[in-house]
């Protein structure tokens, strides 16, 4: 029995070649029957590949097992309280026109968007929404908590290898979301791993989607060449919400807001 035959055996789900007893009535995807694989015969040898919905399957686990907390995965455009604030009004349209637009552009120099400002504005809410809504039409996503993910990353600076395979995972990411961008003390070594990953991502045009307490000029202060390729990147889609009344945490907890 050769390798393939034998993991055949062992996942009795996946479809035959030539079209085999199905197990399951109801499919999430027809294309490989949930299984994430698809096999199929090519110059008369039978080859196995990863089905499409594989990368998105396995994006919304990582994303499950993040720092992101079970609520905030539930967070959405329709939940997200405008109070008829101009600004906040603004901040919702452009999170929900680039997830319309997002194929269309995807692969164009402003491929991104970015939420910055006031604690508690609801940035990593939009910007949560936007990753479900993408997840949604089958763009797999991947989530970078800035503060922890550099922390770790950093440990590994003198590991070459180690080092290239933890910041390749977002360098590479199909989109890339990092939440709360520049978070706490900065130092030579963020500019330079940060440059890395942005400057890879800005040459590749790469998605980013972006959650940051900066404003423009607090991205250019840290490094003008990280701030000016996200700046770029996102181009119109910025919004930048200032001011402490937009702090819902803070109304929430002065009983302002009682949803
Ligand atoms: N306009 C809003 N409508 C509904 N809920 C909101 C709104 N703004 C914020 N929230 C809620 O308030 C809480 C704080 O928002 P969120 O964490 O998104 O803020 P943030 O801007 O990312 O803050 P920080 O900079 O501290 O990370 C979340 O539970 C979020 O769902
Ligand atoms: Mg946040
Ligand atoms: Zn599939």
């Avoid at 405008?82 to 997830?99: C, W």
């Avoid at 991947?142 to 770790?152: E, G, L, S, V």
């Avoid at 939440?179 to 030579?188: A, H, I, S």
């Avoid at 840290?222 to 700046?231: L, N, P, T, V």
């Amino acid at each position: 029995m050769d390798r393939l035959e034998m993991w055949l055996k062992a996942h009795p789900k996946v479809p035959k070649p030539e079209g085999g007893e199905r197990v399951q009535k109801h499919y999430d995807c027809r294309k490989c029957y949930d299984t994430g694989v698809i096999i199929f015969v090519q110059d008369g040898y039978t080859v196995m590949r990863n089905c499409s919905c594989y990368e998105v399957k396995r994006a919304k686990e990582l994303m499950e097992k993040s720092e992101l907390s079970e609520e905030f995965l539930k967070k959405s455009f329709d939940s997200f309280d405008t109070k008829k604030e101009p600004v906040l009004i603004n901040a919702k349209n452009k999170a929900v026109n680039y997830v319309k637009n997002f194929k269309k552009n995807r692969h164009s120099r402003h491929n991104s968007i970015m939420f910055g400002g006031q604690p508690g504005c609801g940035k990593t809410h939009l910007g949560t929404a936007i990753c479900s809504s993408l997840m949604d039409m089958g763009i797999p996503v991947i989530y970078m908590p800035y503060r922890n993910t550099m922390t770790k990353i950093k440990q590994h600076i003198l590991d070459e290898t180690v080092y290239s395979s933890e910041l390749g995972r977002y360098m590479d990411a199909p989109v890339l979301y990092i939440d709360d961008l520049l978070k706490g003390k900065l130092t030579e070594t963020d500019v330079n791993v940060m440059y890395e990953l942005i400057n890879y991502r800005y040459m590749n045009n790469l998605p980013l989607i972006i959650s940051t307490e900066k404003d423009l000029e607090g991205l250019l202060v840290f490094d003008e060449a990280i701030g000016s390729r996200i700046i770029e990147m996102c181009k119109d889609n910025i919004a930048l919400i200032k001011g402490k009344k937009f702090n819902y945490r803070m109304s929430k907890l002065a009983g302002r807001i009682t949803a």
